[in-house]
């Protein structure tokens, strides 16, 4: 398992170039990258805060679950903090498993973990002010078929 939590920028491709460089043992890598989206053309920044111990065990606890639930031979959670732009990348999963099945359903689990669990803390700025983005009832509804 690789979990990152950071401040820097990365670059997608070559995480995953990387994460599956050498893999002969999976037949599967399926990888999710968000970006900062500005869904009505005015957010500035979004700044993202969070507990740093916390949050590493917290991802680190669910990536752990999905390896053992899907058998993945391996995981990869990158998630970003402090001020991104729009567009910029805010964070990427990717699952590695023997069946392409494992890989989608373990990467989409801890896409819905991370929107909906995960111990950060998101604010908006735009050109009217600042605003904490707010849990949303369709990332719930997604989280709530994995039990």
Same mark, same amino acid.
């Given at each position: 398992m690789h979990i990152r939590v950071q401040p820097?920028?990365?670059?997608?491709?070559?995480?995953?170039?990387?994460?599956?460089?050498?893999?002969?043992? @999976?037949?599967?890598?399926?990888?999710?990258?968000?970006? @900062?989206?500005?869904?009505?053309g005015d957010l500035r920044e979004m700044l993202i805060e969070h507990y740093p111990g916390m949050t590493q065990s917290a991802i680190t606890k669910i990536a752990q679950e999905a390896v053992d639930r899907w058998v993945l031979a391996d995981c990869l959670v990158i998630h970003r903090y402090g001020s991104l732009k729009p567009g910029e990348p805010i964070m990427m999963v990717a699952a590695a498993a023997a069946h392409r099945a494992a890989s989608f359903e373990a990467a989409d689990f801890l896409m819905d973990y991370l929107k909906s669990r995960a111990p950060f803390w998101k604010k908006e700025l735009t050109s009217k002010g600042a605003d904490w983005?707010?849990?949303?009832?369709?990332?719930?509804?997604?989280?709530n078929r994995w039990r």
């Open positions: 820097e920028q990365f670059d997608a491709g070559a995480e995953l170039n990387a994460f599956a460089q050498g893999r002969s043992d @999976v037949g599967a890598v399926v990888s999710f990258t968000g970006v @900062v989206r500005d869904t009505d983005v707010a849990a949303k009832g369709e990332d719930e509804d997604a989280l």
